[in-house]
């Protein structure tokens, strides 16, 4: 039922049942983990993870390593969001999404940041930042799109460069856009 919310159908194929149900445990795990961080200090400080591995082989949407230690997919997203300083993209609110940067160490972070259109590439922002320590800040804005799309995020900290995206757009997704717009972004493993 997961997945026929956030795809409209659950496919027959199972390499592509695999594929959609392993896409709607990576994103959500992703969504409940930036709703805190974007949060952070407002209405919570952190998440606690509990339950990673499953001790028996089983399909679960809970657990991010199987029972053979095999990383799913929800693994890489999550990893991509929970760097000590992170960029992401809120929802939506008066027809604008905030572009957010979060610092978890007690240094300033200083940064750049640029989120693109998937599809056309087209760039929506281009930023500098700066992040206070143990804070967050708004680093700019993207007008809300008004169709489905994903925004891949690439940034730099310190010199370091990192990935992330958003999608944008009301649920259910075409299961074969969102395996053209995965096909984008920068996933190890």
């Not at 194929?13 to 949060?39: G, H, N, Y």
């Not at 905030?98 to 300033?108: F, H, K, Q």
């Not at 958003?166 to 259910?172: D, H, T």
Request: net charge negative; proline share 3%; with cysteine.
């Amino acid at each position: 039922s997961q997945v026929e919310i956030l795809f409209d159908e659950c496919p027959k194929d199972l390499d592509q049942f695999v594929f959609a149900s392993q896409s709607v445990q990576a994103e959500a795990m992703k969504f409940f983990i930036e709703f805190w961080r974007k949060r952070k200090f407002d209405t919570g400080t952190g998440i606690i993870w509990w339950n990673l591995r499953t001790g028996w082989p089983i399909v679960g949407d809970v657990q991010v390593v199987d029972f053979y230690n095999s990383k799913k997919l929800a693994y890489y997203y999550i990893k991509q969001v929970q760097y000590d300083a992170c960029v992401m993209v809120g929802d939506a609110k008066e027809g604008t999404h905030p572009v957010m940067a979060v610092n978890d160490t007690r240094e300033i972070k200083h940064g750049t940041v640029n989120v693109h259109d998937a599809d056309s590439g087209k760039t929506l922002l281009s930023t500098s930042f700066e992040i206070p320590v143990n804070g967050k800040t708004v680093v700019g804005y993207i007008p809300e799109k008004g169709e489905q799309a994903m925004w891949l995020i690439e940034y730099t900290i310190d010199g370091k460069k990192y990935t992330n995206h958003y999608l944008e757009g009301k649920a259910p997704f075409k299961l074969d856009d969102y395996q053209r717009w995965f096909k984008k972004l920068d996933i190890e493993g």
